[in-house]
């Protein structure tokens, strides 16, 4: 990465954040929490939250003059390319956090060709149409690439964790936790946080098996805020379980019911505006998940208009990290 460069953004970062809304009044136990969302990218969030006619490249920084951490979701369906990483880096603060999705691929989900580089695509021998079988051959040529991208935010102090977001078909009566250790064997080294979207997974006894699994891999449970509903695809939001004493995982996917089951987009699914009441139930939350780890990553992903970013920001004034909320854009008019 060019020095240069990345001094001179970071320059003017600082004389953008004099300027900005938001006051930081950090406390300890506050410090040790990073409050996110779920991409910094949503439609939502550009015709809502961000300031009109931002042009694209000014929109992770103006989000880092808000938040000390993102979750990259774009991750989830392509490969990033390095100097697009580098980009990121340049964008933000010193001590921003990424954390980033890991490729559908690893997550059990249904994955077309056209999702992978081409050079992997021809290396594997597959027609941009076909589906790609996951096996230990595509995992390791996935995780090759995927880790080129990764060494830039290492590089730059920039990585968080891998966020393993498993499919909901990926459940105990069909799959072992055991079909996981392929992957943790290649991203050794590499903090890997996995969110379970099955619900067998905790019922039955099962739990205490899957809590021992990720610990004996040092892998972090996701916690979650999720509905209220005895669904298959809902995890019970009551579980509070830290497995790995570096990081605990907290997502918070909204808590309408109807929504998160029948909604046919994610925006529709994930569309839920946390109350004052509620942010303050997630602070205590997040802070009691800090007895037991010694940083919490607080990820909003209510991404349906501008509900994500600005939960996140209550949070924040919720734990003493800012002292004020930024107006929405739609108490301005």
Known sequence: MNQSRVLFTRHRYVRACK??????????????????????????????????KMAAADRLPWYAQHFNMVEVNSTFYSVPEPTMVARWCAATP????????????FS??????KLLPPSIQEKLGLEKTAKVPLNADTEGAVWDAFRTSLRVLQMANNLGV????????????????????????????????????????FEDGQLEQTLRFLREHCAIFVNVDAPSANHFTVV?????????PDVAYLRLHGRDARAYLKGKTVAERFCYDYSDAEIDEVAQRSERLTREAKQVHVVFNNNARDYAPHAALRLRKALGQIASV??????LF
Do not use: C, M
């Not at 938001?22 to 939250?49: C, K, M, R």
């Not at 019970?236 to 790995?244: G, H, M």
């Open 19 to 52: 300027s900005s809304a938001v006051l930081v009044v950090a406390n300890v136990t506050a410090q040790n929490i990073l409050v996110g969302t779920a991409s910094w990218s949503d439609p939502g969030f550009v015709e809502y939250w961000y300031p009109k």
């Open 94 to 105: 010193p001590d921003f956090i990424f954390d980033v999705k890991l490729h559908q691929l």
């Open 108 to 113: 059990h989900h249904s994955t077309p060709a």
């Open 162 to 201: 891998l966020l393993l977001q498993l499919s909901p078909a990926f459940s105990s009566r069909k799959y072992r936790l055991e079909d996981l250790r392929h992957l943790f064997e290649l991203a050794h080294g590499y903090r890997i946080a996995v969110e379970l979207r099955n619900r067998n997974w």
């Open 236 to 244: 019970p939001s009551d579980l509070d379980a830290v497995t790995n």
């Open 326 to 331: 930024p107006a929405r854009a739609a108490e």
